[in-house]
């Protein structure tokens, strides 16, 4: 078995991603939820909001040896299009100013 990293399309909830998500900057990261920057990498649960990591983004350009490295990191989260994410949430909420 050859096994490569390939990105799929998934249906999740994108509350779910607010509440947990990680996204890696740089060096350090930085929660979705409460904003703190400057989180250590290897961090499972964020040290201020104390809110469990499922899922990773990130902002830098990333490819297959970077999401194997996170991987190792983070075996148990879900690594996400931080751009599909983000254009996700803002069609959210346009709707719902419109349904306001
Ligand atoms: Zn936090």
Redesign the pocket.
């Given at each position: 078995m050859v096994k490569f990293f390939l990105r799929v399309w998934e249906e999740l909830d994108l509350e779910e991603i607010k509440n947990h998500l990680l996204v890696i900057g740089e060096l350090t990261g930085e929660?979705f939820?409460?904003?703190?920057v400057g989180i250590k990498i290897e961090e499972k649960i964020?040290p201020?909001?104390?809110?469990e990591f499922k899922y990773i983004g990130f902002r830098r350009k990333i490819n297959s040896s970077l999401i194997a490295k996170f991987r190792k990191i983070y075996p148990e989260a879900k690594f996400i299009d931080f751009e599909d994410f983000k254009k996700a949430l803002s069609k959210k909420e346009a709707k719902e100013i419109l349904n306001f």
């Open positions: 929660c939820s409460c904003r703190k964020c201020q909001c104390k809110k």
